[in-house]
Structure formats: C-alpha cells, structure tokens
C-alpha cells in the first residue's frame, strides 16, 4: 500500500486524519530505481519513470535525472518535493560557486553540497540522491548520498525502492573497465529486472552518458525494454 | 615620491582632489618600513624567505615567526605591521577551513586570496576603521593546479605572481628575482637563490642582525606547507654567505 521506498522510514509526524482518506494522506514519493556507473571518461545513469501518491501513478513519465550543472546531474529517490527542493538548492549554490571560482564545478563539491543538506536537514528530510557527472580533474564520478547523509563514492551504485531486488544482478554482471555502450545496456537491463518486480517502479527507462563533450540522454520505451522472462 | 595630503587624509572614507585614498597609500608605507619578505614559484612549489630583524639579543630564537600555515597546502609570508598581519592568517585559515567544510575540497589559491583581498579592501572603506598595515604573499602547491603564488596588499587587490617581494628591500629584490629562471628551477635549488637574495638585501649598516625564516611546499614536501628543515636550511646560508664574499660589488640595496 504505501508507496514506500525504504524500510527504515521514519515515524509519521501526523496522526490519522478522518476527514481525508488513507490515499489521499500519503506523500508523493519517487518510490524508485535508480543507477550510476562510472566508465573510463564519464558515467551512465538511469532512473525509472513512476512517481506515486499512495496506489496511484501520479507521473507515468517522470525525468527522475535532474541536471545540476553542465557536467553533473543528480538522480532523485525518495519524496518527490524534498528532492526537488534540494536540488534546486544545489543547483543555486553550485551555479554561484562555479561563477566565483571561474572553472567549472568537481562532481565531489556536488556531493558535497548535497550532503551537507541532506545531513542538516535528515529528521525532515525523505531523500536518496545519487550524484553522478564528469569533471577535468577526476573524470566520471559516482557519488551516493543515502537518507541520512552519508556520501560515498562507488564505481557502480543503486537507490531506490527498486533497488533491493537488483543488487545480486549488479554484484554479478558489473565489470570494472566497460565502455560507455557497455554501461548503457548494463543500466538498461537492471532497469528493466528492478521496474519488473518493483511496484512502485515502472514506467520508461531513462538513461543519460556524461562525458567531456556533454550529455547523451536516451529513453527506453516499455515495449522496447529487454524480455527476460519468456512468460 | 610621498606627498602631503593635508585634510584629505584623516580617514579611509575620503578621497583626495587627484583621486587618491591617502590612508591606503599610508598603509602601504608602513609595509615598507618593514623587513623584506620575498616568495617564489618554480617547477614544482613554492619557496618563501623572510628577512627577520632581530631587535634584541635576548628574544628566543624562531620566536614572532613571519611564516604562516594557512592550511595544509597553503603558506602566507607576511610584512607590515605584524599584529595586523596575525589577524588576517586567522581570517584566512577560517576562510581556508570554511571552504572544505562546505565544498570536500582543499581551497584553490586564487580564490582565497580573492576572499582574503575583499575582507583587506573592505577595511578601506570607511572611516571607522583603519586600513590593515601588512601585505602578504600566500602560495600553495597541489596535483592539480600546481605551484601558485599570490600576493594582497592593504588596498586589497590581488596579484598572481611568478615571483614577488615585499618590504624594504622589494625593490633590490625584485632585480634579483628577475635575474632567476625560476621556471626551470626546483624547490631544493630555488630555497639557496632565495636564501641569497635575503642575505644580498640586507641592510648590514642600518640593520645590524637578522634572522633568515625559509619555507616551502611543493613536491618535495609531497604538498604540505613547512619550514625548511635543518639541514637544508644550513646549505642554503652557506651558499648564500659564499655567494656574498665571491661578489664584491654586489649590488646595493635602497635605491
């Protein structure tokens, strides 16, 4: 029922209202997958496209990838407002950083930024963010920033409600030192596997290259999507 | 050279009929009543040198240190009014530290020095406060960025420098600097021109003993800002005094 994304969510703040059904009372959530890998020369990440209200689809086509600068994009899990409004923050205070420093920003300051919020605020906060670009010094970064506020970076990470059910494929079908398409049909698949048993996943796959020379975004329409199971 | 800015000069706030903030430009001669303090980049760091003027015999050796830590990676050789310059280090290490706080990263040199140069410019504004009496010169070394060296004075603009010099003898300085090939040098061959360029500034009839403060950072210190070590320091004065005596007309300093 409770399009959910995490076990460990933290108590209502509000008690049951009877004047406003059950549905009606739960937040809008990015229930998710999402993914990043870093390749020699960029990353890859992809998202789903379903965000939900309780049982209902809000957005059937949402853009789960959200820019944050030329070469750093963001992939948002969790409460569909807090995420956006902590983006959008980012976004300001990574914008001025980079005009004040007169270079384009590290993906690290990214993460960074958005850990620093996410830790501040992580009572108030519903937010799983994967923070994912490319930058002159380091070149493809994945950073992820879980609830609470940690930041770490992984070559290969997943978030999301969806992304319990594909840890084992990516323990098994990630190879360090894969190219860029490699990556792209790595993404795509374990898109498809978590969307396929993760109800609060679903929808098209949205995927996105960012490399020196810019972003390469790609949807995979629900009928185009792998068939796994012959069924 | 100086000029009297009678009435025009009593506080920051005013400007003088020819365009002139006289308490700025006074500030500045205080940083040349001081001792030499010079900085300077090569291949792979940064080495500063400090002319100390020892005042009393009884002062503790290595004491009112002129050498500065402002972050791992970051050094500032100062001159001027000392206590002015303590104060602007501080501001520069929480402006170091503030930065990594917020952004997970060392501070590039050119932004510090940038934030630095306002909070110095912002005290030339008004009459309520003075100007602060110090220049510094700040350098750091990093992987990526390499060697810098910056320098803000007390009208807090900043420069980005191969070499630069400040105090009494900037000027003989600069000459010296200018005959260095410093692009080409290491850190361990640039710490003995630079201990000789002090030694050679020097005012020996007016100044008596002085107290040569070396750092450096860069390669050789795997990018954390030190003193020099002992050993290194002791072959660098060596050079410096051979250098003296092989020279007999070496030129004067106080032009």
């Known amino acids: 029922m409770a399009a959910c994304m995490s076990a460990n969510r933290s108590e209502n703040a509000f008690s049951a209202n009877d004047l406003v059904p059950e549905w009606a009372q739960e937040e809008v959530s990015t229930g998710t997958t999402i993914m990043a890998v870093e390749f020699d020369g960029g990353v890859v990440i992809g998202a789903d496209s379903r965000t939900t209200t309780g049982a209902y689809i809000a957005n059937r086509v949402t853009d789960k990838l959200t820019p944050i600068h030329d070469h750093i994009f963001c992939c948002r899990s969790g409460s569909a407002a807090d995420t956006q409004a902590v983006a959008d923050a980012v976004t300001y205070q990574l914008g001025f950083h980079s005009i004040e420093l007169d270079e384009p920003p590290l993906v690290q300051t990214a993460a960074n930024l958005f850990k620093q919020m996410c830790y501040r605020y992580r009572e108030e906060l519903m937010a799983g963010i994967i923070v994912a670009g490319w930058d002159k010094r380091k070149g493809g970064q994945v950073y992820t920033v879980p609830m609470g506020g940690m930041i770490v970076r992984q070559p290969v990470s997943v978030g999301g409600s969806g992304s319990s059910y594909i840890y084992g494929f990516m323990d098994s079908n990630y190879k360090p030192g ?30 996105a290259a960012i490399t020196e020379d810019g972003v390469e975004r790609r949807v995979v329409l629900g009928n185009q999507l792998p068939k796994f199971s012959n069924v | 050279m100086s000029s009297i800015g009678t009435g025009y000069d009593l506080s920051a706030s005013t400007f003088s009929p020819d365009g002139r903030v006289f308490q700025v ?20 760091g940064v080495v500063f040198g400090v002319e100390k003027l020892v005042l009393s015999k009884l002062y503790e050796q290595g004491s009112n240190k002129r050498i500065f830590n402002v972050d791992r990676h970051v050094g500032m050789a100062v001159a001027g009014l000392l206590a002015d310059a303590r104060s602007l280090s501080e501001v520069a290490r929480e402006e170091a530290s503030n930065f990594r706080s917020n952004y997970g990263h060392n501070i590039p040199l050119k932004h510090l020095s940038e934030r630095v140069a306002m909070y110095v410019h912002a005290y030339t504004l008004y009459s309520a406060v003075r100007p602060f009496g110090c220049s510094f010169i700040l350098g750091s070394y990093d992987q990526d960025d390499g060697p810098q060296l910056y320098m803000v004075d007390p009208s807090g603009i900043s420069y980005g420098y191969w070499g630069c010099a400040i105090g009494k003898a900037k000027q003989a300085a600069k000459t010296e600097i200018e005959k260095l090939q410093m692009k080409d040098m290491t850190c361990r061959e640039l710490v003995k021109e630079v201990a000789k360029i002090i030694y050679i500034v020097h005012d020996e009839v007016k100044d008596k003993a002085f107290e040569l403060e070396l750092s450096w950072v860069g390669e050789v210190t795997n990018g954390k800002h030190e003193l020099v070590p002992k050993d290194v320091r002791e072959e660098a004065e060596k050079y410096a005094k051979d250098s003296l005596e092989e020279e007999d007309d070496s030129d004067e300093e106080n032009m």
């Open chain 1, 178 to 207: 894969m190219t860029k398409e490699e990556c792209l049909h790595f993404c795509t698949q374990a898109l498809t596997l978590a969307m396929e048993r993760d109800g609060s996943s679903g929808g098209v796959a949205r995927l």
């Open chain 2, 25 to 44: 430009e006074y500030a500045m001669k205080a940083v040349e009543n001081s001792s030499t303090a010079i900085g300077i980049r090569c291949k792979d």
